[in-house]
């Protein structure tokens, strides 16, 4: 089981209350865009390519964060190696 740590909880709390403003700052901008974008298409059509363009960034987000977490973890094992030899 691995350990608590409280000040690497912290620090994660702190990046995701970052993100989430962030992230309600482009929500915004966004909407006004798409607004602007799709206004001669029609509401409906721009929500739906957002709602897909978005999807697609998600997919891309959560496979960068699987795929480095995946390298760091395999450096991590391989300096350990090294650290004990």
């Known amino acids: ?3 608590v740590n409280v000040k690497s ?5 702190i990046v995701t209350a970052f993100t989430i403003a962030a992230a309600l700052m482009w ?3 966004l909407k006004d865009a798409l607004t602007f974008i799709t ?4 509401v409906l059509v721009g929500k739906f390519f957002a709602a897909v363009i978005a999807t697609i960034f ?3 987000g959560i496979y ?3 795929k480095t977490e995946e ?7 391989r300096f350990n190696g090294k650290q004990k030899s």
């Open 1 to 3: 089981m691995a350990k």
């Open 9 to 13: 909880i912290v620090k994660n709390n």
């Open 27 to 29: 929500v915004e901008f």
């Open 39 to 42: 206004s001669p298409i029609g």
């Open 58 to 60: 998600v997919i891309i």
């Open 64 to 66: 960068t964060v699987l």
């Open 71 to 77: 390298e760091a973890e395999a450096l991590f094992k």
